[in-house]
């Protein structure tokens, strides 16, 4: 048991789309809580799910 509550993903501001942490997520059950969006405290983001889905088409 891994006894997380929430992830955090980073450098999503990069060329990675974050598909496997959402695959743990999914498959674990666990919250993506926030997502950072380029270097400093100010691009920590709560994660909005419809944001990411839009970005992923774009």
Request: aromatic share 6%; glycine share 16%.
């Amino acid at each position: 048991e891994l006894g997380l509550t929430g992830l955090v993903l980073t450098k999503l501001d990069g060329s990675s789309r974050g598909g496997v942490i959402l695959a743990i997520a999914h498959g674990r059950q666990i919250p993506l809580n926030y997502v950072g969006v380029g270097e400093g405290v100010d691009d920590l983001l709560p994660f909005d799910p419809a944001a990411f889905v839009d970005a992923l088409f774009a």
